[in-house]
């Protein structure tokens, strides 16, 4: 490869910066979520799908918000259930209320507003599992190695 032929990649890649970014962006996106949700599965919580869906992007419940409209590109992930929150921090149930439904032949309570039977939720505290910390956590000790191999693939991709 000649000068000219190198400068003109460079100027390609100029161009493309922004989608190369965008790309590498939504590849750690994906790495984090998968974190979390192997941090989910660890720690042998109970799985209805919910949960672990709302941190695949595209799902209903997912958070999956790009930026590139200021001077910095962001992408924010996460999830949009109100127990997601309550399941990572911890909370508290300050006074007793009832919950309709009934219980399946396998010891699975189903919530239903119509059923006549349910069960007395009892006030208590809840410790946080701190899942989205500790994937977080995780993923930000390789995200530096990643970050630099995604960089390096498409600095080849370029250069070729």
Known sequence: MDFRQFEDRMRRFNRELPDIMQRIYYQLGEELLNHVIDELDSQDLI???????????GDQNNVWQFDGDRN?????????????????????????YFVPGYW?????????????????????????????????????????????????????????
């Not at 910390?133 to 960089?151: P, T």
């Open 47 to 57: 799985d209805t799908g919910t949960l672990w869906n709302s941190f695949t992007q």
């Open 72 to 96: 910095t590109l962001s992408l924010e992930v996460g999830s949009n259930l109100t127990y997601a929150e309550y399941l990572n921090e911890g909370y508290t149930i300050d006074k007793s």
């Open 104 to 160: 399946n032949g396998v010891g699975k309570f189903i919530y239903d507003p119509s059923a006549k039977g349910g069960f007395m939720v009892k006030p208590r505290s809840f410790i946080g599992r701190k899942y989205f910390d500790i994937a977080l956590r995780d993923f930000q000790g390789g995200m530096k190695a990643l970050l630099e191999r995604l960089l390096q693939t498409e600095l080849e991709r370029m250069l070729r």
